[in-house]
């Protein structure tokens, strides 16, 4: 079982930076997948950013490439998601997840995830 809380949530203007946090209680295996994924009001939740923790590729969605990275920090057990140059359609609740599995690439399927944190809030104004 593993727990994430993420933190580094609130609220900037259009054009602006946020980086999130997410602190993992524990890693299980050497390598598996982490994911950032987003929710807005009355949209489906969307895969955002993934990667493997034992290295490879990183996976971006198309709406954030250039302007979001995630990495991570193994002897912390956490994970981030640089945000930069924000828009106003990135208002959502982000939520950090991991798997079961790992490879040398993660895939941005919700399905494919196991654990959730609880979901910290970017809010960004025009």
């Known amino acids: 079982q593993v727990q994430l809380v993420e933190s580094g949530g609130g609220s900037v203007e259009a054009g602006g930076s946020l980086r999130l946090s997410c602190a993992a209680s524990?890693?299980?295996?050497?390598?598996?997948?982490m994911g950032w994924f987003r929710q807005a009001p009355g949209k489906v939740r969307e895969g955002v950013a993934a990667?493997?923790?034992?290295?490879?590729?990183?996976n971006y969605a198309d709406s954030v490439k250039g302007r979001f990275t995630i990495s991570q920090d193994n002897a912390k057990n956490t994970l981030y998601l640089q945000m930069n140059s924000l828009k106003p359609e990135d208002t959502a609740r982000y939520y950090c997840?991991?798997?079961?599995?790992?490879?040398?690439?993660?895939?941005?399927?919700?399905?494919?995830?196991?654990?959730w944190g609880q979901g910290t809030q970017v809010t960004v104004s025009s």
């Open positions: 997840a991991a798997a079961d599995w790992g490879g040398n690439w993660c895939s941005r399927l919700e399905s494919h995830f196991s654990y």
């Open positions: 524990r890693y299980t295996h050497s390598s598996y997948c």
């Open positions: 990667i493997p923790t034992g290295g490879g590729s990183t």
